[in-house]
T-cell receptor, first 113, second 118 residues
Framework: KQEVTQIPAALSVPEGENLVLNCSFT??????LQWFRQDPGKGLTSLLL?????REQTSGRLNASLDKSSGRSTLYIAASQPGDSATYLC????????????FGSGTKLNVKP | GAVVSQHPSRVICKSGTSVKIECRSL??????MFWYRQFPKQSLMLMAT?????????EQGVEKDKFLINHASLTLSTLTVTSAHPEDSSFYIC??????????????FGDGTRLSIL
């Protein structure tokens, strides 16, 4: 069974810092991995999707990498801002059951002004 | 961008009431939609996969008679919590994937529904 882990569970940084969020998964048989942002009491906003054949994806200040063989993905946030404060979740889509997504428990990020 | 609208955003009702939650894809068609439940400070738990024109696929441990799902069109799925009780109080979130080449299409989420049963 696929297990997705996100470490750390919470992170607090001063504004302007570059930071890395980690996501690991136990089964490398995946179609893709997706990073989301969740604000308190809200749904999820899709940030980046990396296909299994890709190594990274970039959008603005965000860069996500994927090392499928080692079961790891990172989300890099450059020049963090208070508005980046939210919970960040990763999810993998497995090859053997492509309609079941496995989510990590998230990293709660606080960017201090 | 792809927008998923979920209504209502919050429901407070008495025990025994049935509650219907709607999930609409506003600017795309979605053959497949998903219903999740999220407990405080925890990740999302998939409840069921909703398929347009056919029966939903429920995850193990989810009562299909308790959580009725209807996906009557390519833009609308509904979740009805029947005879809700306090233990059904939770945050329910839907997502949709655009019809077509679905394997590498991203999931798009609604804003969730906070259900509180008194």
């Amino acid at each position: 069974k696929q297990e997705v882990t996100q470490i750390p569970a919470a992170l607090s940084v001063p504004e302007g810092e570059n930071l890395v969020l980690n996501c690991s998964f136990t089964d490398s048989a995946i179609y893709n991995l997706q990073w989301f942002r969740q604000d308190p009491g809200k749904g999820l906003t899709s940030l980046l999707l990396i296909q299994s054949s890709q190594r990274e994806q970039t959008s603005g200040r965000l860069n996500a990498s994927l090392d499928k063989s080692s079961g790891r993905s990172t989300l890099y946030i450059a020049a963090s801002q208070p508005g980046d404060s939210a919970t960040y979740l990763c999810a993998v889509r497995p090859l053997y059951n492509f309609n079941k997504f496995y989510f990590g428990s998230g990293t709660k990020l606080n960017v201090k002004p | 961008g792809a927008v998923v609208s979920q209504h209502p955003s919050r429901v407070i009702c008495k025990s025994g009431t049935s509650v219907k939650i709607e999930c609409r894809s506003l600017d795309f068609q979605a053959t497949t939609m998903f219903w999740y439940r999220q407990f405080p400070k925890q990740s999302l738990m998939l409840m069921a996969t909703s398929n347009e024109g056919s029966k939903a696929t429920y995850e193990q441990g989810v009562e299909k008679d308790k959580f009725l799902i209807n996906h009557a069109s390519l833009t609308l799925s509904t979740l009805t919590v029947t005879s809700a009780h306090p233990e059904d109080s939770s945050f329910y979130i839907c997502s949709a994937i655009e019809t077509g080449e679905t394997i590498n299409q991203p999931q798009h989420f609604g804003d969730g529904t906070r259900l509180s049963i008194l």
